[in-house]
């Protein structure tokens, strides 16, 4: 059974940093290409940042390049989100996935920026 449980999500002030968690379980993590994905209040679930290969590549959307990086940990099954600089339309529902022909889901955790 494949399961994907994120963490880390909370209330920041505008200009501080998160750092979300994402561990897996149930499939062959190290080769799995991971992303993160948000979905804001009325708006559609967007792409955040992903990390494929065995060097690691990463992609992030526009809004996000040079505030937030994504990484992972093998050995520990888990990827992580940093998020530094935070705005307050970085408020969103955080989700991870595992990209693979049948894709994996986390449950999301919320991450509200508000002064």
């Known amino acids: 059974q494949v399961q994907l449980v994120e963490s880390g999500g909370g209330l920041v002030q505008p200009g501080g940093s998160l750092r979300l968690s994402c561990l897996i379980s149930g499939l062959q993590f190290s080769w799995s290409p991971m992303s993160w994905y948000r979905q804001a209040p009325g708006k559609e679930r967007a792409l955040v940042a992903s990390?494929?290969?065995?060097?690691?590549?990463?992609n992030y959307a526009d809004d996000v390049k040079g505030r937030f990086t994504i990484s992972r940990d093998n050995a520990k099954n888990t990827v992580y989100l940093q998020m530094d600089s935070l705005k307050p339309e970085d408020t969103a529902v955080y989700y991870c996935?595992?990209?693979?022909?049948?894709?994996?889901w986390g449950q999301g955790t919320q991450v509200t920026v508000s002064s």
């Open positions: 996935m595992a990209d693979l022909a049948t894709p994996y």
């Open positions: 990390i494929v290969g065995a060097g690691g590549r990463t």
